[in-house]
């Protein structure tokens, strides 16, 4: 059983770049949630999708933007991006019967 | 706003020699206080979620407990391989987990 699969590992953009970060969940799992993880710190809440719709989103700008597909796969879109976007990206799963997230390895970005 | 403060930001143990990680929180309403573990350069592993005052989990040297404002990690007879960053995060009204930054814990053999 597949755990939760976060595409690609590393990425490398330059500032005012766009970058597209790919998430497949745990299967059986419907709820996808997104979070940013700067070095040394703890994991921030970005923003929440269940059933193809945006349910939460945490204090982040617009430039930060989601989708979630039929199959609950999801992406997180960055638009123009700054320095202080450098950071872990996660995705996590969740199932509707269990309160629990699972997250995957995560996406490294580099903003140069 | 939810909170949570975990200390110490780092700790050092020799191999067998056991020791506590605090994690204090504020929250509105909670409804699940949840620890995890989290290697260099990886995702956080899920480890526990305890739901109200006095519930305890325990996963092999590895115990939980929480109370109305604070949960404890506490390990027992440490382990070169438990060297992590150990997480924690409430849950409140909101379906979003808020966490700490963390305890980084190194286990000398």
Same mark, same amino acid.
């Given at each position: 059983d597949a755990g939760v699969t976060q595409s690609p590992t590393h990425l490398i953009k330059t500032r005012g770049q766009q970058v597209t970060l790919r998430c497949s969940p745990k299967s059986g799992h419907d709820t996808v949630s997104w979070y940013q993880q700067a070095l040394g710190q703890g994991p921030q809440f970005i923003f929440q999708y269940y059933e193809e719709e945006e349910r939460q989103r945490g204090n982040f700008p617009d430039r930060f933007s989601g989708h979630q597909f039929p199959n609950y796969s999801s992406e997180l879109n960055v638009n123009a991006l700054l320095l202080g976007d450098s950071a872990l990206y996660l995705c996590a799963s969740m199932g509707s019967t269990k309160n629990i997230q699972y997250f995957g390895a995560g996406t490294r970005l580099s903003v140069l | 706003e939810d909170q949570v403060t975990? +200390?110490?930001?780092?700790? @050092?143990? %020799?191999? =067998?020699? #056991? +020791? #506590?990680?605090?994690? +204090?929180?504020?929250? +509105? =309403?909670? @409804? =699940?206080?949840?620890?995890? @573990? %989290?290697?260099p350069g990886k995702g956080p592993e899920f480890?526990?979620?305890l739901y109200s005052a006095g519930e305890e989990k325990e996963k092999e040297r590895l115990k939980a407990t929480l109370t109305k404002k604070e949960s404890f990690l506490h390990i027992t007879a440490p382990k070169p391989e438990d060297s992590a960053t150990y997480l924690c995060a409430v849950q409140g009204g909101s379906e979003k987990l808020v966490f700490g930054k963390g305890t980084k814990l190194t286990v000398n053999p």
């Open positions: - | 975990q +200390s110490p930001e780092a700790l @050092r143990l %020799q191999e =067998g020699e #056991s +020791s #506590s990680l605090n994690c +204090s929180y504020t929250v +509105s =309403g909670l @409804r =699940g206080l949840f620890w995890y @573990r %989290q290697d480890l526990f979620t």
